[in-house]
């Protein structure tokens, strides 16, 4: 309704923040800043130039909204024409075979669509429309709906785009605007039509309004969703810069004449605008942000006092309230084709009628009458005969009113005033915004009229042409790529399977079951599934070696390709297994637990006996053979642990992110007949060294999670995770040993003095423990050797590569960190699992897709030096968690709600004061 859209929007008005007034007032809030643009021409406003195009579809959207209403119009106001407007083709028309009679029923339109809205809107403030006409061009594949969801949907992308690069520039924005300008080329085209008996002046208002009225009601449920979806890219700034930001009169050729009568938005013409504009110039040019309520309430209190203001108020009252009293009656009992309803109609539309009909008593009465001999007509359709009784009624009180009676009073005139006033004041703060926000469409400069469409694509190409579209083409394409995602793929132990079935039925089952689906998984995200291909934001198949995968490109693909490679290896796993002998691990390493814990008792045994003894001496020398054979055994013990745990079928993954890896391309020769492509980089070598899964390293977590289960009494306590990074501390033999431990090993050579190496030995490492102990660094040791590796069974990523990932996907998701300290987990969940580490370091993304949320979750493991990156700052890692796992079903059941409300709470504090400090 109009009195519904200039009360809204004194109250977003009214809602700006004290800082936002500010910049409202003085017109920044809707003024582009060129230093934040991507690209543009011109490093001022004054020289500023913002080259763009939409697409071919997106343009023919915006011609067919426009043109299809214009042939709509055309059949209503000239219906024995057949053939096209002028200047329009039958493709941009699209009108129907046949227009139906015209009415205002507005129960054609769904309860609660969007469609029904804009209908309402339309027909309560743009002229010369009605339920018909807007019933064809909002039908589902009517062009008005098409314009809709166009409106939504290109927004929704750009303010993705705006968040995802989050370099300022307020995208959103520049689109509304390109928008706005481009269905403003195709509405003045209609300069050309011709609709007899129907000026350009009408046809502007009539396609203006009703196009303001989509794209009004478009943003406002899309804002809507955002906001209850809690969509990362939503932000009330931008919600409250692209709603301001639309105004009626940016869809008008000829602004003037929107108020030309007071069936618009504002429910006021041009003479009450004149009248309250001479009483109350300070109105016209905003200097300060008015508070909005407590102006029109002032404002409509002196108006009362004027007497010739008053009149004119009182007049524009009376129009607005009778063409009040015949839409509620014709959008609820409209019948086409009556003679009394075409009379309502006239009313209804024009308010010369509505003031004659007031002037004249004798046809006031007679118009009365002629409703009231609608009542035999309907005399079984109780609900028509109410709705006229009820019109006719209102008519009657109207009338009193009118003459001084009844409600004609101060009451009536307060009413009047403060409807009338809140109308002007929208008007004013309207045109206010429009007045900052035109010339920011002029800066825009659409060059599909100048460019032809090679020209477009190379300059797209380029990155020297913005391009505003609802498909999933950039907003405008990065000129260069230096910095890209590797990810590594590793099937170690599978390969080792391979010597237990026939080689050729292996290599089959390979292509079937691993090779095929993981490069079929790879299209889905850009990839072309050839070496060497190139494709920014989409990922490629950068080599294929035997048992392992190489993939590049953006680390948003690379991370959806891990988790599709992880559920194929999972289903592989499965297949394989069937082929080969079943291995249980559990079982394996229980029974080397056994054995050790076995031994180890009878030599604490012997070790106890050995105290009862009375030959000292002899007790020495055999409590020293007792410990020389524990050592043996824990020696035996870690190894039997690592030949338990190199029988699982594992793959590693591993993600790294960094400088783009070289291509070179070795020309075709006598060796090689086809030209051959090798990708080289430090990053490609950081993901595939992420792979790895140290034997050394897996060993020590089993004994440390055998203790931890010794110590909670309980064996199920289990390691929750796929990926542990530990400390590797091996020693580095004396050269003057190496050849005498050579000779013990082969057999060789005469007597030696054992106890003089273990001396040897013995010095130099006592030699290294010092130096340590005095703060030397691990890497300037003789013969101690530190260093920390990784144990990786499942999908790992560096910190970098994490951190590129958040950038790339935070138009469409959420993050948020979380540490907590292991007394602050469940009791299930610290009963059920060996945590490592304390606290956590935790990262968790949401997506939310058509009302559901996708999470994903990342746990910071630590540090580790690859080998051949010891030069270099250590990779932090952090794995990816499986979402079908025990631990991050435990996570999303017990923490994270309550995580979840913390972040959020915390985002929206945030966003309040960047709000603040952007105004």
Known sequence: MSDTYYNERLALYEGLGSDEKAAAAAGRLWVLDPDSLRFKHGATLGELKIPYHLGSRDEACLQQAVFGLAALLKMRFEPDSGRPPEGGSASEMEPPAKLPPRTYRTDIFIEGSVERAVALEALASAPHVDSAILHNWLAPDGPGRRLIHWTAAVVEKSLRDETRHGTGEETAYITLLAGLKSLKRHKDRLKDFRIKGFSYEKLDLAVGLTCF??????????????????????????????????????????????????????????????????????????????????????????????????????????????????????????????????????????????????????????????????????????????????????????KKGFFGRLLSGKQQQALDAAAVVRGYLAYRLDEHVDRYAAPMRLYLTD?????????????????????????????????????????????????????????????????????????????????????????????????????????????????????????????????????????????????????????????????????????????????????????????????????????????????????????????????????????????????????????????????????????????????????????????????????????????????????????????????????????????????????TDIYNRGQALSEEALKAYINETRGTKFFFRKTVALSQLHEAMRNAYFFPYDPLELCFGIERVEGVEFVEGFLKHGEVTFKGFETTEPTVVYEMLDREGDLFKSIMLYHFKEWYDQALSAEETSSQKNSNRLA
Not at 245 to 270: E, G, K, T
Not at 291 to 297: P, R, Y
Not at 661 to 668: I, N, P
């Open 213 to 398: 009225a989509a794209w009004r009601h478009a943003l406002a449920r899309l804002f809507a969703r955002l906001r209850r979806d809690k969509a990362p890219y939503h932000s009330d700034r931008a919600e409250m810069l692209l709603t301001t930001a639309v105004v009626p009169r940016a869809f008008l050729s000829i602004p003037p004449n929107l108020v030309s009568s007071s069936l618009n938005p504002y429910a006021i013409n041009d003479e009450t605008v004149k009248a309250i504009e001479a009483f109350a110039p300070e109105t016209k040019d905003i200097k300060e942000w008015p508070a909005v309520d407590e102006l029109a309430a002032g404002l409509a209190e002196r108006i009362i006092r004027k007497p010739s203001l008053r009149a004119v108020v009182k007049n524009q009252g009376e129009v607005t309230r009778l063409r009040a009293l015949v839409r509620r009656y014709l959008f609820d009992h409209d019948v086409p084709g009556l003679e009394v309803h075409e009379r309502l109609y006239e009313i209804y539309g024009d308010d010369r009628h509505i003031r004659n009909l007031l002037a004249d008593d004798d046809l006031y009465e007679g118009f009365i009458d002629a409703l009231e001999g609608l009542k035999p007509h309907f005399a079984k359709d109780r609900r028509r005969v109410a709705g006229i009784t009820a019109l006719v009624d209102s008519l009657r009180r109207f």
């Open 447 to 787: 060059r599909r009229g100048e460019f032809d469409e090679k020209m477009l694509v190379n300059e797209y190409n380029r990155g020297r042409l913005y391009r505003f579209s609802d498909d999933d083409i950039a907003v405008l394409k990065t000129l260069t790529v230096n910095m890209e995602g590797q990810l590594f793929i590793d099937l170690k132990d599978f390969t080792k399977k391979t010597l237990k079935v026939k080689e050729i039925a292996m290599a089959e089952f390979l292509r079937d079951h691993f090779y095929t689906p993981i490069i079929e998984a790879s299209l889905r995200y850009g990839g072309r599934g050839g070496p060497g291909s190139d494709e920014s934001q989409s990922i490629r198949l950068t080599n294929l070696p035997g048992d392992a995968a190489i993939f590049s490109g953006s680390v948003a693909g690379l991370v959806s390709l891990a988790q599709d490679i992880q559920k194929i290896i999972r289903r592989y796993r499965e297949k394989l297994q069937k082929r080969l002998p079943p291995v249980d691990e559990e079982e394996l390493l229980d029974a080397v637990h056994k054995r050790f814990e076995a031994k180890k008792a009878g030599i604490d045994e012997r070790l106890d006996a050995v105290g009862k003894m009375g030959d000292k001496k002899e007790a020495d020398r055999e409590r020293a053979r007792l410990r020389s054979e524990m050592r043996r055994l824990e020696d035996a013990y870690r190894d039997e642990i690592e030949a338990a745990i190199t029988r699982e079928m594992e793959a590693g993954l591993f993600i790294s992110y960094g400088v783009k890896a070289e291509t070179l391309v070795l020309k075709a020769s006598r060796e090689f007949k086809e030209p051959v492509k090798v990708s080289i980089g430090e990053k490609i070598n950081e993901a595939c060294r992420g792979t790895n899964r140290n034997p050394h390293v897996r060993a020590k977590l089993e004994i440390l999670i055998e203790k931890e289960r010794l110590g909670a009494g309980s064996r199920r306590l289990k390691y929750p995770f796929d990926v542990y990074i530990d400390r590797v501390i091996n020693f580095r033999m004396p050269p003057e040993l190496d050849s005498k431990i050579e000779d013990l090993l082969s057999g060789r050579g005469g007597p030696m003095d054992l106890g003089a190496m273990a001396k040897s030995a013995a010095r130099q490492f006592y030699s290294d423990l010092k130096r340590l102990a005095d703060g030397a660094s691990p890497s300037s040791l003789a013969h101690l050797m530190l260093s």
